[in-house]
């Protein structure tokens, strides 16, 4: 029954859930309905028929209305809310109507508990035709405290359980705004909080003054008190969910940008807002996206060109630059690759070759080379471009006696790696639009020349007398003299030199 334990556990969950949403909605509710009792009974003490107001019948319908508000609260906020629990617990991807309807979560949390508030209002209206203007007047005033208090606390008490939902389902956050923004809610906030009230005992003191509703001879001293108290604890809790409404999803941003900062390109935050900090989220996260869809792209550009090409194409965005500088230059070409594509499939031809060049490249990074370009079956690499580094002479030869001990691992290859120095241009060759690093010169020509001819030398890693006049001591031990050569295309001889040891002789 192993696949019984997932289900049950995400059943399990579902079901705890939704059981929290419901206890921070009926919460509200008992939370608002205190205190609006207690400012009506406050009010009621001091009309002019106190007794009247507070009879057995009144008070059983108040209790009739609160208990079946709550069965209602309770009923309505989990069928709410659990078809969007059932795919978030589950980790399954919403269809759109799953998604507007997580996105709609708050709006239809909102709608309900209003509708309850209104009905319940309306039930004690017309459970008491008689009771005259001031009361009804008073019992539509508290029923609209009521909406406002119920909406700011449910939100406060679910709102852990709201949002995680609502970002899963924000995963393709449009800019439309269904959720009041910053300015906005403090203006409620401020309406709600402090000037409703305001104006709640300015009403009771002019009421109290003309003997409206509210007998001379009544004390506003309870009154008063008591919707001073209830308008502070609701102030409170409207302000703690207006702050964390906008501290929270700025906290996360900022805390995001901190790590993007330090390295970690992928970090995105959830959106869980439908206003401008929602926004503000969503624009992150195609920040980052733009950010990581970036750095793939320079690493890719630097596979093709290597990193350091890439990486200065960027710092000086420059098209078409370049400079004579004094480089090593080594060239490695594959012996027998025709002969290789004549007898094995195209599939072979291109495993031996990937297994060639990543002997290769490994060996050119390790030195401090650059992998310039790759022709067919032959790489051409480049020592002091363009970066400049000291000992570029040294490195490439070190890098051609590395790849003549490496490469003699692979039974079906046989190579010749030819090593040069001098001045050549490196630079980019093309047009604006379109163009290419290389270098050109004498060095690159010679290079690939004495390739050709070490694949007929012992070691197969050939160097020229440039090569080795340019490199340190150390380097330059590991070498000796294998005699002179006249290269195709030249008209004089070439000074070459071997690996020390692959050859015991010192030709002149």
Known sequence: MPDDEPSESRRASTAGLGIRYVFGLSSAQLVTAAEVTAVVLSLSTQSADPARASTHTNLAILVGVLLVAMFVTALGGYRSIAPSLRWFV??????????????????????????IWAASGAVVIVANPGAGLGPTVLLVIAVAFGCTSSVSTSLLFTQRIVRPIVAAASTEFTSRETAPGVVARLVMMWLINSALPSLAVALLVVFHANGWFIPRSASLVIPVVVLTTVSVALSMRALILVSRSISDPLTDVVEAMAEVEHGQIGRTVDVYEQSEIGRLQSGFNRMVAGLTERDRLRDLFGRHVGPDVARLAVEADESVSGEVRDVAILFI???????????????????????????????????????NKFQGDAALAVFGAPIRTDGAAAAALATARTLAANLRSLPVVDFGIGVSAGPVFAGNIGAENRYEYTVIGDPVNEAARLAETAKTTPGRAVASGAAIDRAADAERQCWQRHGSVELRGRSEATRISVPRGDDNGDHD
């Not at 589950?90 to 309900?112: C, F, K, M, T, Y």
Request: without cysteine.
């Open 333 to 371: 070409d594959l012996a027998g690759s025709t002969q290789l594509a004549a007898t094995r499939t195209p599939q072979e031809v291109a495993d031996v070759l990937n297994d060639f060049f990543r002997i290769v490249v490994a060996a050119v990074d390790q030195h401090g080379g650059l992998i």
């Open 90 to 115: 589950a980790g399954a991807e919403p269809d759109p109507a799953q998604r507007r309807a997580a996105i709609n979560l708050v709006r239809n949390q909102s709608v309900l508990l209003l509708a």
